[in-house]
């Protein structure tokens, strides 16, 4: 079993910042990918930001310029910097990890959810 731990949520005004955090634990050998996803009311969900083990990004259209997703691998935490933020960017945040578990079986989990609400 794998434990993801998000924080950093919260309500900001239009334009403003927030940092997500995400901290990984549990049966993991080794970490692939680490990414955010969110999902807005009544929408599916839809890939934020992904980064690789050596820190090749990517980023959703409505990402690009404002997020920033970076990664600490010595401690299997993944951040995402979100700046100039704008209410339609209000969603649950989800932690994503792409991983080997001890077993070297490729494995999937996603965190519960952090509330990001962004008002005008």
């Known amino acids: 079993q794998v434990q993801l731990v998000e924080s950093g949520g919260g309500l900001v005004q239009a334009g403003g910042s927030l940092r997500l955090s995400c901290s990984a634990s549990g049966s993991i050998f080794r970490i692939n990918v680490m990414g955010w996803g969110r999902q807005a009311p009544g929408k599916q969900r839809e890939l934020v930001a992904m980064?690789?083990?050596?820190?090749?990004?990517n980023y959703a259209d409505s990402a690009k310029g404002r997020f920033t997703i970076s990664r600490d691998n010595a401690n299997n935490t993944v951040y995402l910097e979100m700046n100039s933020l704008k209410p339609e960017d209000t969603a649950v945040y989800y932690c994503?990890?792409?991983?080997?578990?001890?077993?070297?079986?490729?494995?999937?989990?996603w965190g519960q959810g952090t509330l990001v609400t962004v008002s005008s």
């Open positions: 994503h990890v792409n991983y080997l578990n001890p077993g070297f079986q490729i494995m999937d989990a």
């Open positions: 980064i690789t083990r050596g820190s090749d990004t």
